[in-house]
């Protein structure tokens, strides 16, 4: 990738990079939006958008800190 730092047009664009290699998306999201732009929501979005088939997985009583 074309970055020198890690910042969230980096993540997202590594995030583009993978999804188009892939069939399918396995995230581990718990439907909130992002906290800053390449976050799990903007992938998985993206992925919708492409229509790939995206798996969301998030156990019961599972929490994201912050």
């Known amino acids: 990738m ?4 890690p910042e ?3 993540y997202m664009a590594a995030s583009v990079f993978m999804l188009e ?3 399918e998306l396995f995230a581990v999201w718990d439907g909130l ?3 800053g732009f390449g976050g799990t929501a903007d992938v998985v ?3 919708r958008e492409r229509e790939m088939r995206v798996l969301v ?5 599972s929490r994201r800190d912050g």
């Open 57 to 61: 997985l998030w156990p019961p009583g």
């Open 2 to 5: 074309p970055f020198e730092r």
């Open 33 to 35: 939006p992002a906290r």
């Open 45 to 47: 979005s993206h992925a």
């Open 8 to 10: 969230p047009v980096a």
């Open 21 to 23: 290699r892939a069939d």
